[in-house]
């Protein structure tokens, strides 16, 4: 048997050394000292020596190299398996085929300590050799988790590399083995670049560098002295002449991060939207806002973001495709909100339901007046982009579109209107219709143009005088149906010099009337039982003091001097005492929607305390809940008591102060308050009964009670001694706040209103509070429209003298100086379209504007016949749009009502509906009337817009636009093809690599068996 085993071998061995020059490919190493022994031991030359002891098999030849990754699959991979060194082929090893190797490791079922597999190759002579040694490489990954930990360490080590293998097989390799990687989570596929460092770089002046980027934040590291291992060239790893010590960059890319190494070679990769992956996205939306690494991603996300997807074609070609069908919507097509967005899209639906405005950009009249030469416009890019907009509102059979690009344009022209933050939407209107003005101004030039003094000459002449000189710089649509003219009266308060000019208006701003005096609610307490109190409310002066009120009211109200009132402001979470030498405006500013000002009159006893030993004390009266809490029942007082009392003083005080109080009670007898022992009836009767008397503690960290001196104090019981009260504040941890606690034990007979209904319903479970019915707006929080105003008033409060403030002077030609002038402005001559702004926000101390809440009613046929000066025109206006705004300056939301088609519609950003309730409501913020024609001029926009396209494609230089415009997006859409084209290959391309990889892996796995002896240990982690 061993003779037929051994004529097997030499035949196969015989083979070998014969097809060995021609046969490429890969083979095994196996260690001559075994072989020898293994041939003596069989009888290969000479008689078989079983005595001899074989042992495993490559145990002397073999090692495990230590490396930063190990090759995947990590048993069996050649590149894990090293040569050790200086051995000889022939002296200390010989070179096998792979069917010789797996005769002799399963012959006997030999252990085998290492396989050691590698690739043959042609040398210069043609000869063919074995290249026995991997070339041992200084390696370092680069990724974004590996720069995060820069600081600590830097993952570098060894790296062993056939030097015959090409660099696709080497990026291959490297790639599959990434996926054994758990530490870290790469992509599985294009996931690494390899990067030949210059012979200047060593591994510490490599991580200096890298610190400093990973410090500087750069998105992408920039080397000099680098080259790129493309895959793509048909190279080996030897032809990159690595020498010693020359580092190899791995350049790995995690999930949801890119690549970190700047390669001018690829196309920079971006986030994708929808899977998160930093790729080439060369798929873009119909919008071209975003991009997409692939076809999947786009129609993934297509659900998504429809909701802010707007196609942006340019304007031009829109001109000419989005016309009106039966599907349209006809004005009714609400606004998304893009965020805070509300001031804009109430604006945009008033102006696109002003007709005046909309047919001339529906119709596409704009187009043929857009002035390309003012440096104050957009060369009609705000125009026209408007006017898309427009048809979109008109045109589109959506119930709601996204206002995206005429937000994002907005805000590149008006930083103040960019980002998120809430806006006016007055402001907004007039920024558009300037610039709209300035686009479709009709002068391409703008003359320098001076403006004629008055000279006492007629109104009628100098008006016309300043309103030539305005339209010789401001000619369109915008000054045609919107700009009327004020006339502006200024007149010195010293000299009585008049100077009067006519100034043109876009909007007219109304002023609201306001009351004079404010409003200030005080809580009188009942000197009598202190738990009543009653409101009393007072008007006031901002700058008078609250000293000066109470030197007036003080008898009124309490029946006392106003030096024997102390006042408290108390709410739920704090309390204060109040100073008499306060103002007023600045005690009003405190007062919040749940603080209370409390005034009391002081008891005889505290008018007696002199100054020196006074101390202010808060004095809460509470229950005692069944959780062991104590809740106040009614607001919390300041009384004053004297260092000087006892204790027990301390408590008839407090018996003295509340005997109407404890006559509410149902079982407490009144002869006890006639007896000549008060203290023994207080103690009998009193303490303990109906209440308890506590000291509230103020221990804190590291700080005793001041009262019972224990480190751990929840409230210590005012006991019935006589102990000075005083004692308290001679310890060196004073205290802060003296606050005293009278906590009821027994409930009142009489239900007494100010007592908070939680006190009833502990002591009496059949109380029901009483029910408040206040017919609060539907709109707002709190009903505070206590002042109504018609529009009619307040125009004419409008036109009311009002003097100039200090920061804005007039120059009188008369007394030669800056004064503050009275001035006077009043409507000269009105517009066919007349927008109203009710100037409810005014400057405040608050971090907003603060709002008048002032109810003003306005009607839907408005004369203005009483309020203009010039009357050769028709003043009467009817009511077509209304800006609204609910809510506070800070916190509100923007509404709109207009007309369309005869009927009242509310939109409220994406919702439109039809307006059923009145549409006069105290939310109004801005009017838009139109001036009343009773001309019926017919207006065909089907048949207009037809004709303004077809005069516009007549044009040659528009027609050659829209062919290139044409040109682009089929370019547009072939080049996207052709990426998804090129793509498709280049995964068919990968997919056979890695099918001859796999084959490759799996002829290696069967050409050697699986080892049943135990391998040496990696050192290395993954």
């Known amino acids: 048997m061993i003779s037929d085993e051994l004529q097997k071998y030499k035949e196969m061995e015989e083979i070998f050394l014969k097809e060995f020059q021609s046969k490429k490919g890969s083979y095994f190493l196996i260690s001559s000292q075994w072989l020898n022994n293994w041939k003596k031991k069989v009888g290969f030359e000479g008689d078989p020596n079983h005595s001899i002891s074989l042992g495993n098999i490559n145990s002397d030849i073999g090692c495990k190299p230590k490396q930063v990754l190990r090759y995947d699959p990590i048993d069996h991979h050649p590149w894990n398996t090293q040569l050790k060194p200086n051995l000889i082929e022939g002296k200390d090893y010989v070179v096998v085929d792979s069917n010789m190797w797996q005769y002799l490791k399963g012959i006997n079922k030999q252990r085998i300590d290492f396989t050691i597999e590698r690739d043959s190759f042609l040398n210069n002579d043609g000869q063919r050799q074995i290249q026995a040694y991997l070339q041992c490489i200084k390696f370092v990954p680069i990724f974004p988790s590996a720069m995060m930990k820069l600081q600590t360490t830097m993952i570098e080590g060894e790296q062993y590399i056939s030097p015959i293998a090409l660099i696709s097989e080497v990026v291959t390799i490297l790639s599959k083995t990434l996926k054994t990687v758990t530490s870290f989570k790469f992509v599985t596929k294009d996931n690494i670049r390899l990067y030949k460092l210059g012979k200047t770089w060593n591994l510490e002046n490599l991580k200096t560098f890298l610190l400093q980027q990973h410090k500087e934040k750069k998105q992408l590291i920039e080397f000099t002295d680098i080259e790129f291992l493309n895959p793509l060239e048909n190279k080996f790893f030897k032809d990159y002449n690595f020498e010693k010590d020359q580092i190899l960059l791995m350049d790995a890319k995690e999930l949801e991060k890119t690549f970190s190494i700047s390669n001018n070679l690829f196309q920079l990769e971006e986030k994708c939207i929808n899977c998160s992956q930093y ?8 919008c071209k806002k975003v991009k997409y690494c692939s076809e999947s991603c786009l129609q993934q996300h297509q659900y998504h973001h429809i909701q802010v997807c707007e196609k942006q074609n340019d304007t031009d070609e829109i001109l000419v495709k989005l016309i009106p069908n039966s599907q349209s919507k006809q004005g009714l097509t609400g606004l998304r909100n893009l965020g805070n967005t509300c001031y804009m899209n109430s604006a945009l639906q008033c102006l696109s339901n002003t007709p005046e405005i909309s047919r001339y950009f529906l119709d596409n009249s704009f187009k043929f007046e857009i002035n390309a030469q003012n440096a104050l416009g957009t060369k009609g890019e705000f125009a026209s982009l408007f006017s898309y907009l427009l048809k979109r509102l008109w045109f589109d059979k959506q119930s709601q579109i996204s206002p995206f690009q005429f937000k994002r344009l907005v805000g590149k022209l008006s930083p103040n209107f960019a980002g998120n933050a809430q806006h006016d939407a007055q402001e907004f209107i007039t920024f558009t219709l300037d610039l709209l003005n300035e686009d479709l101004n009709r002068v391409k030039v703008k003359p320098y143009v001076e403006i004629p003094d008055n000279d006492n000459r007629p109104d009628d002449v100098v008006s016309q005088e300043q309103w030539d000189c305005f339209q010789k710089r401001n000619d369109s649509l915008i000054v045609d149906e919107l700009y009327g003219q004020y006339r502006s009266k200024l007149q010195c308060p010293i000299c009585d010099k008049i100077s009067i000019t006519f100034d043109p208006f876009l909007m007219v701003n109304v002023t609201i009337p306001q009351e004079q005096k404010k409003v200030l609610e005080f809580f009188v307490i009942d000197p009598e039982n202190l738990w009543l109190s009653k409101p009393v409310t007072h008007y006031y002066e901002p700058e008078l003091r609250l000293k000066e009120v109470l030197q007036f009211k003080s008898q009124e109200w309490l029946n006392c001097e106003w030096d024997q009132i102390i006042l408290t402001l108390s709410s739920t979470f704090s309390i204060e005492e109040v100073f008499l030498d306060q103002r007023l405006e600045l005690l009003k500013k405190q ?43 009614i607001p919390t007082m300041y009384f004053i008591l004297s260092q000087h009392y006892t204790y027990k003083e301390i408590h008839m005080f407090f018996f003295d102060c509340f005997q109407n109080v404890l006559k509410n009670f149902v079982d407490f007898d009144q002869n006890w308050l006639n007896s000549e022992n008060q203290e ?10 109906y209440w308890k008397i506590m000291f509230k503690s103020n221990q804190r ?61 502990i002591f009496d479970p059949n109380y029901k509070p009483p029910v408040v019915n206040l017919n609060w707006d539907n709109n707002q929080k709190n009903n505070k429209y206590k002042q109504t105003y018609t529009l009619e008033h307040c125009l004419e409060y409008s036109t009311k003298p009002e003097q100039l403030q200090v920061d804005n002077t007039w120059y009188c030609n008369g007394c030669k100086d800056h004064v503050q002038a009275y001035k006077t402005l009043q409507i000269y001559k009105t517009s066919k379209i007349l927008i109203f702004h009710l100037k409810r926000f005014k400057d405040s101390y608050k971090l907003f504007k603060s709002k008048l ?11 203005m016949s009483n309020f203009v000066l010039y009357k050769d025109n028709n003043n009467l206006y009817e009511l077509y749009a209304i800006c609204n705004h609910i809510g506070e300056s800070g916190s509100g939301h923007y509404t709109a009502f207009c007309k369309n088609n005869g009927e009242w519609y509310r939109f409220d950003d994406s919702i439109v509906i039809k307006e059923t309730n ?23 926009l089907e048949a207009k817009l037809k ?35 090129s793509m498709n290959t280049q995964q068919e391309q990968n997919k056979e690599v890695l099918a001859k990889l796999d084959i490759n892996l799996v002829n290696d796995q069967s050409s050697s068996d699986t080892n049943n002896g135990e391998d040496d240990e990696n050192e290395d982690e993954n």
């Open 701 to 761: 960290y590291q700080v005793n009670c001041s009262y019972c001196y224990k480190a751990y104090c929840n409230d210590c019981p005012l006991e019935f001694i006589d102990k000075i009260f005083g004692d308290c504040f001679e310890r060196e941890d004073k205290l802060l706040q003296p606050e005293i606690q009278i906590v009821w034990l027994k409930p009142c007979r009489e239900k007494i209103e100010d007592i908070y209904t939680e006190y009833q319903k």
């Open 591 to 633: 007062l919040k929607h749940d603080k209370k000002l409390q005034l009391r009159r002081l008891t005889v006893q505290e008018q007696i305390i002199q100054n020196e030993s006074q101390v202010h004390v808060l004095i809460h009266n509470q229950i005692q809940t069944m959780s062991n809490w104590k809740k106040d029942i």
């Open 947 to 981: 004709q303004n396209i077809d005069l516009l494609l007549a044009d040659e230089v528009f027609k050659q636009h829209l062919q290139k415009l044409q040109e682009e997006n089929d370019e547009n859409i072939d080049t996207q093809k052709q990426v998804s084209s």
């Open 279 to 286: 790729q080439n996205l060369n798929f873009n939306c119909v």
């Open 680 to 689: 023994e009836v207080y103690q009998q009767h009193v303490l303990d009964k």
């Open 918 to 940: 009145s549409i006069v409501t105290p939310n109004a913020y801005v009017l838009f009337y139109r001036r009343i024609d009773h001309k019926n001029v017919e207006y065909d």
């Open 853 to 863: 809440q002032t109810n003003i009613l306005y009607p839907e046929k408005l004369d």
